[in-house]
């Protein structure tokens, strides 16, 4: 199904005033707020492939009805959730659970839907039909160079398909580690993967970057070769100014202060990309800012200012994706929950008085620079995210009129109740 001008137009028009009324207020509270405007509008949030049907739990999955099947439906799923949103510009694939058969067919329909490609992932967690040497024992890491090799040519395919469909980066995410002490050498799983990801590299494009997420546990329960940022940003030191690190908020043990991890990467310009998501425990995979929306904000918060101090665009300085898939909601209207979420916690942190920040950390003024940022967090800014969907042509409530169109109810029509979208 498509969603066309006037599906939006009779959306808005009953909403209109309400809108207005809520608009004119904060307007009138915030004087910066044309500048917020115009920044939520040049922002968007790539939507991961594998997050368009329902996820799963080691313990099973619940598939819903009418997930896509296919790429082609994958992508029209994204295409639907940018016309709600103007905010969903593209798509980030997974290659091998993202089978790109003819990857000028593929862009066409994306570009027709106002779809770029975000980075391309590679998948080294999981074996394939057909595959010769398996990943039981890990990849990039493994002790045996052949295993190696096969993940590393793997990673390159990835890259060709990405360059194919216009992608500019590269995640890699291993799930190599160990689950019993003894079962690795620390130091020679480091280098192996080391040089794994220099032949990975040595195949990037001039203007690619190649981002190394890590991850603290899962579905290693001992060690993770690639485990924290210190271990992420050391090998995207040794590997070279095109390779950075990606922080995914699902992946570090608990209550780590992951706003002072991403302004340390910020200050030595080694933040690349951004996994967004929610959790109570660890990689719960929940919607952006349902647990911990202040530290979402405050997270933000150190993304501007780090952003502003190296002179990077907030839209295009790093990769920003959600990387969410569970187990319980309509995966659409979950991801049309999240990006409201990443921009209201955008627009809050963009609201944070700086200047006054700066003094009142001069002048040790504790309880001050605790009242400027729960001001600016405290600040209702959700009329100026819908005053910026509404200017660039989206729903003013995404999420009710995906749920007044009967989205599910038609995509279950075209697709049927049986269809299964790839993923974990
Ligand atoms: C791993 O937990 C991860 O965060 C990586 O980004 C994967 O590529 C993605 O989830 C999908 O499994
Ligand atoms: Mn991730």
Redesign the pocket.
Known sequence: MKIHNQDIESHNAPRIAKHQRAFQYIRSEVPEVEAVIERLQQFQIAI?S?ALGTGGTRFGRFSGKGEPGTLEQKIEDVGLLHALNQSSGAISL?IPWDNVDDATKVKELASSLGLSFDAV???T?QDQDAQELSYKFGSLHHVDPAVRKQAVQHNIDVINRGIELGSKSL?V?L?DGSSFPGQLNFREAFQNTLSSLQEIYAHLPEDWKLFV?Y?AF?PFFYSMTIGDWGQSLLLANKLGPKAYT?V?L??HLPNANIEQIVSLLLMEGKLGGF?F?DSKYS?D?LTAGSIKPYQLFLIFNELIDGLDHLGWDHATGLGWMI?A?HNMKDPLVDLLQSVEAIQIAYAQALLVNRSALKQAQAKNDVVGAQEILQDAFRTDVRPIVAEARLRSGAALQPVRMFNDLEIRKRLIEERGENTVAT??
């Open positions: 991961p594998w997974h992932n590679s998948n967690f995640t995410w799930a997420e991850k899962e990606l995914d699902g992946h996994h998501n990689d995979d990387d898939s993923g974990l």
